[in-house]
């Protein structure tokens, strides 16, 4: 039995997997000759894996699985070589016609690194087009711009180990329980072995809430009230390091006036937040009066109109006593998908332009001379939202779609369903011919999945792991960065020579060691991988970036951050907006316990479905006596924005009243039309563009 090591495909815990498989060399045949366990070395979970993760194998063979390059509506196939000479062609036709902006790349957190890479290289490098967004967008773009308005980079600081160091841990919007379960099985283990407090601000009682020392169900969208709230009493009380604040941040006096001019009565935001007097002083007491307190926020604060501003007002409750990079301490974004930090990190979203550098003249300078390319990106491109208006209203005319589906994932289906339509080159490389968009596509391209490909992931805390293949792909799939690779040399671009995944993460590596020496504050820093060896890139261990030579898994430990002048910054919000009234009947999105992304993947295993068999929205049941309905009834749900979702109605007293919940997975395959998202309108965060995901204003009649 050959044993490989690799990484689950899920979420970003990324924890480790050992896979037997019965070949002696190279990889397998078939998953069914295959067995899998937690890989009981690696630091994300030491062997744990939770349900979704123990049943990949499961997964495999995908059905509908794509395996040769095709024309939309053509049964017969085409060859690799006619597949990216079309795109080629298509591609150089357009940007000559109508200049860079028409193209763009639309790509997804469940590609690897080096995948990234080079989708972002070929666009921003030698297109000219910042045009490169990604499904990232919708999971943590907000964390990733008010960690960049506080740190002065992307960086996450903290690790894992804070969960178990921490005397309380505040999980915000997050139902940890079902999304990260490993590492909440990680924090309930501490909780038995020292006391570890668990407080959980979120609207419904969720899985993870039923666990909670304190739940606070605020309501929803009002945690910049509670967060802001927190900050200005922390500030007043003994939980402030004076000597932290002067020797390492700057504009704490800006955040205070501001926070004078808007923040209402200490009474008039209790009450807008729904929570009493007494759950904030428990909650302020806890912050207040222990030494290590950790603050962990996920999609319920990520997917708001105000989810960047949030995001700042609990890092700066931390800031006040200098939390940031201590042990058990500060402040932690969950990521959601398994490899959206990767992506992150090469320039996956539009507007960075590669390893943590945006478009300012000496930093374009920079990456342009590192590839070679003289005709690089001036400026960041369209994010998710707005590359698919721009499709809608024709100005891109050719898109490529990387291992994602967004007809069912980004809101207001119908402008997505219309972009496509408009778009006159659609592109869709995916493992799957069977979801809404590649439905939709001119052009399938067959890529590799998990087990058949190969090349790193990041996941929520910073950790590189390397993803193996253990099965021989099926038909003619190929990796995404090869086939991005035989694009770019087709339309004549040097630096495309890859020979294999290794080859690219050198080349990231390198460009990293390059940033790091003209910019010395950032911290993604790789330089040591630069001149790894095939064979060293084949067996690397899980490791954390920066590569520090004390091997201090957290950043800025020492209160210098990436800032020139190395100081963390206090921000204050950009936008204050009460935008609900009691009266609303509002709807959340967010995930089952069981299911991934739109179930391309997960929709036809059978212990994986039977969490919750079809689409269902749920209500608490005074909501459901109120509006004179009956559970086990269908209904209709309808928006502003048009069309509606005919579903089953269920009762769940975890709800508030006036609260529907719906999960994401759901796509026109169950529902006979779209996903949930079809009923979301296009508000948006105006810092990070993440989509308002929760609380949408519905409409619920009997069917
Ligand atoms: Fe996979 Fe996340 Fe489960 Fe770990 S916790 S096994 S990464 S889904």
Not at 20 to 39: M, N
Not at 202 to 231: E, G, M, V
Request: proline letters at 4%; glycine letters at 6%.
């Amino acid at each position: 039995m050959k044993q490989i090591q690799t990484n689950c495909a899920y979420c970003g815990v990324g924890c480790g997997i050992s896979v037997s498989a019965a070949a002696q060399t190279g990889v397998a045949v078939s998953p069914s000759i295959c067995t899998l366990k937690g890989d009981a070395d690696h630091p994300a979970n030491f062997g744990h894996l939770c349900q979704k993760g123990e049943r990949l194998l499961d997964t495999l063979p995908l059905p509908h699985a794509l395996r040769y390059p095709r024309l939309a509506n053509a049964a017969a196939t085409l060859s690799w070589d006619d597949a990216t000479d079309l795109v080629a062609e298509k591609f150089a036709s357009t940007i000559a016609q109508y200049g860079a902006d028409s193209v763009a790349f639309y790509l997804s957190g469940q590609l690897l690194t080096e995948d990234y890479y080079v989708a972002n290289k070929l666009a921003k490098g030698f297109w000219g087009t910042a045009n490169v967004d990604t499904n990232s967008r919708l999971c943590m773009s907000s964390a990733v711009s008010a960690h960049i308005r506080a740190f002065g980079e992307d960086v996450v600081p903290g690790c894992y180990q804070d969960f178990e160091l921490a005397d309380v841990v505040v999980l915000v919007g997050a139902n940890t329980a079902w999304t990260h379960p490993v590492l909440f099985q990680r924090i309930l283990r501490a909780r038995e072995s020292h006391g570890t407090k668990l407080v959980v601000i979120d609207p419904r009682r969720t899985a993870t809430a039923r666990q909670a020392d304190l739940h606070l169900a605020i309501s929803p969208d009002s945690d910049l009230w509670l967060f802001s709230l927190l900050f200005k009493k922390l500030h007043q009380s003994s939980a402030v390091n004076p000597a932290y604040l002067e020797a390492h941040t700057d504009g704490l006096t800006n955040a205070l006036t501001n926070l004078d001019n808007w923040l209402a009565a200490d009474s008039d935001v209790l009450a807008y937040c729904g929570i009493s007097q007494l759950q904030f002083d428990q909650l302020l007491a806890l912050y207040r009066d222990h030494k290590a307190v950790l603050t962990a926020s996920c999609m319920g604060v990520n997917q708001s109109i105000h989810g960047t501003d949030t995001t700042n007002a609990i890092i700066n409750c931390h800031l006040l006593n200098g939390d940031i990079g201590k042990p058990g301490r500060g402040f932690f974004s969950l990521t959601g998908q398994p490899n959206a930090m990767g992506g992150r990190e090469v320039g996956g979203l539009a507007t960075q332009l590669a390893n943590h550098l945006g478009f300012a003249e000496d930093e374009r300078a920079l990456v342009a001379d590192f590839w070679g390319s003289d005709n690089i990106a001036t400026h960041a491109g369209v994010s998710a939202l707005d590359m698919f208006q721009a499709m809608a209203d024709g100005k891109i005319k050719a898109v490529w779609i990387m291992a994602t589906n967004p007809l069912a994932s980004l809101p207001d289906s119908t402008l997505v369903q219309k972009a496509l339509e408009t778009c006159p080159f659609v592109v869709v490389s995916d493992i799957s011919s069977d979801t809404d968009t590649a439905r939709m596509a001119d052009l399938l391209l067959p890529a590799q999945g998990w087990s058949e490909k190969s090349g790193t992931t990041t996941n929520c805390e910073r950790r590189i792991t390397r993803q193996r293949a253990f099965i021989t792909s099926k038909g003619e799939a190929k990796a995404d960065w090869w086939m991005v690779a035989e694009v770019a040399k087709k339309m004549g671009y040097a630096g495309f020579d890859y020979a294999s995944a290794a080859d690219i993460f050198r080349e990231f590596a390198a460009l990293s060691a390059k940033v790091k020496q003209a910019y010395p504050h950032k911290q993604l820093d790789l330089a040591k991988f630069a001149e790894l060896s095939d064979a060293d890139y084949d067996a690397l261990k899980p490791q954390q970036w920066p590569l520090s030579a004390d091997r201090n898994p957290r950043v800025y430990s020492y209160g210098e951050f990436s800032f020139t002048d190395g100081r963390a910054r206090f921000v204050t919000p950009a936008l204050v907006d009460t935008h609900y009234t009691a009266e609303q009947l509002l709807l959340i999105s967010g995930r089952s316990r069981d299911q991934w992304h739109t179930r391309t993947r997960t929709g036809h295993v059978a212990q994986l479905v039977s969490h919750e068999q079809q689409p269902c929205v749920y209500a608490h049941s005074s909501t459901i006596s109120a509006l004179q309905l009956v559970e086990g009834q269908m209904v209709a749900l309808t928006s502003p924005v048009g069309g509606e979702l005919l579903l089953q109605l269920m009762a769940d007293d975890a709800l508030q009243a006036n609260q529907l919940f719906m999960a994401m997975h759901w796509t026109g395959r169950e529902t006979g039309s779209f996903s949930v998202n079809q009923l979301l309108d296009t508000r948006r965060d105006p810092v990070s563009k993440q989509p308002a995901f929760k609380g949408q204003p519905v409409t619920i009649t009997s069917r």
